[in-house]
């Protein structure tokens, strides 16, 4: 019962996390483009690479704990179901340029950031 309820305190946290990130990206950077999920996804490939590598390489971190952050806080953050849907509406609209830009950061920077948070992380 506490895993659940690990996941389910850090799902809370990620959703709030997302829905906050969404607000401040279109209010800083406008609508026309998925900003706030874009920035959700690279935040969270960073907290997973480096909070992953922390916990399995640095100290002795307890399941219950990767469960909060990994399962649940980055599954609430991160939004591949909205990314895809996103993406899928821009190729709708025929915005095949919007769509594979959107393609292209959330996959390549993403990586990158997961990349960035292990490394970072084996340099403590």
Not at 14 to 35: E, H, I, M, N, T
Not at 43 to 71: K, N, Q
């Amino acid at each position: 019962m506490l895993k659940i309820v690990a996941v389910a305190v850090g799902g809370s946290c990620g959703a709030v996390a997302r829905y906050l990130v969404s607000l401040w990206a279109a209010d800083r950077f406008g609508a026309a483009f998925p900003y706030g999920t874009l920035v959700a996804n690279i935040v969270g490939c960073f907290i997973i690479g480096a909070f992953m590598t922390i916990a399995t390489e640095r100290f002795i971190v307890s399941p219950h704990w990767r469960l909060l952050v990994t399962v649940g806080f980055v599954g609430g953050l991160t939004t591949f179901s909205s990314f895809s849907y996103e993406t899928f509406k821009l190729l709708e609209d025929a915005q095949t340029a919007l769509a594979f830009y959107n393609l292209a950061l959330n996959v390549g920077v993403g990586f990158a950031a997961t990349w960035l948070g292990i490394g970072i992380s084996r340099l403590l």
